[in-house]
């Protein structure tokens, strides 16, 4: 099993990121995803769930109304798009896969002006 993020970096507040997790590995259609993030001295949070099919997706309070998870199910991928970026956003974003206990190895999102 692999999971591969990007799309991280340096955004000024009130801009915009779209994070992506390629999975290998298993049937990845079958099975529902999640995004977390851990910021420095924090403990790491769940952030977005979507469903195998995509159809159900839940937030985090603190992003919800600005973070959009989707997922593109024939190119095996998960998406994170940020909007509305804040400092407090700051943070490795990591994939993970509840099913299997996988994770990715994080993708660093810096919010700084």
């Known amino acids: 099993v692999r999971l591969v993020e990007s799309g991280g970096g340096l955004v000024q507040p009130g801009g915009s990121l779209r994070l992506s997790c390629a999975a290998s590995?298993?049937?990845?259609?079958?099975?529902?995803m999640t995004w977390y993030r851990q910021a420095p001295g924090k403990e790491r949070e769940l952030v977005a769930t979507i469903s195998s099919g995509g159809a159900s997706t839940n937030y985090a309070d603190s992003v919800k109304g600005r973070f959009t998870v989707s997922r593109d199910n024939a190119k095996n991928t998960v998406y994170l798009q940020m909007d509305s970026l804040k400092s407090d956003d700051t943070a490795v974003y990591y994939c993970?896969?509840?099913?299997?206990?996988?994770w990715g190895q994080g993708t660093q999102v810096t919010v700084s002006s």
């Open positions: 993970y896969w509840p099913s299997g206990f996988n």
């Open positions: 590995g298993f049937t990845f259609s079958r099975y529902a």
